[in-house]
T-cell receptor, first 108, second 112 residues
């Protein structure tokens, strides 16, 4: 099976609301990285975590290697947050394994 | 910030034809990667390289070759393009001492 299971696959939010995305790992991972694919198709770095939590504006991410999961919280969602979000797990072999992505649609 | 340039931006190829996708970086990073993205599959690793003149197989290397002739350049080669290779291809770089992966803007390949 997949090493990285990402959920939900799709998410709809109204402006100003928030939610969380989650990635579960089937094995112990060294670190996790979160990306957003924008409307132009570019992959934008959001976070890299080897442990603990990081926050940047309205986004906050957590990674628990022992419990084998990572989360990405979005608060006060804005229209420009729409896109596809990916987590990617670093097993320590110099390559990342990606989740299948969460398609986020923020509507007025 | 990393600078990763992919070319072409998009390409239409015929089945059985040869396709070369190019990636150029200006950061002198050691690691370079080729991923493909298909709807519903996330990104999957095709080939990668950690030093010039050497390449490694990723998770889905069949039907692809890679070439790293210099530190700055990493190519993905489809000798006999097939319909199933229609996808968006991303090049990425990573420094040996760093952690974050930086992506190019992608190449949309359509095989007819």
């Amino acid at each position: 099976g997949d090493q990285v299971e990402q959920s939900p696959s799709a998410l709809s939010l109204h402006e100003g609301t928030g939610s969380a995305l989650r990635c579960n790992f089937t094995t112990t991972m060294r670190a996790v990285q979160w990306f957003r694919k924008n409307s132009r198709g570019s992959l934008i770095n959001l976070f890299y975590l080897a442990s603990g939590t990081k926050e940047n504006g309205r986004l906050k991410s957590a990674f628990d290697s022992k419990e084998r999961y990572s989360t990405l919280h979005i608060r006060d969602a804005q229209l420009e947050d729409s896109g596809t979000y990916f987590c990617a797990a670093d097993s320590g072999y110099n390559k990342l394994t990606f989740g299948k992505g969460t398609v986020l649609l923020v509507s007025p | 910030e990393a600078a990763v340039t992919q070319s072409p931006r998009s390409k239409v190829a015929v089945t059985g034809g040869k396709v070369t996708l190019s990636c150029h970086q200006t950061n002198n990073h050691d690691y370079m990667y080729w991923y493909r993205q298909d709807t519903g599959h996330g990104l999957r690793l095709i080939h990668y390289s950690y030093v010039a003149d050497s390449t490694e197989k990723g998770d889905i290397p069949d039907g692809y070759k890679a070439s790293r002739p210099s530190q700055e350049n990493f190519s993905l080669i489809l000798e006999l393009a097939s319909l199933s290779q229609t996808a968006v291809y991303f090049c990425a770089i990573r420094d040996r001492s760093a952690e974050t992966l930086y992506f190019g803007s992608g190449t949309r390949l359509t095989v007819l």
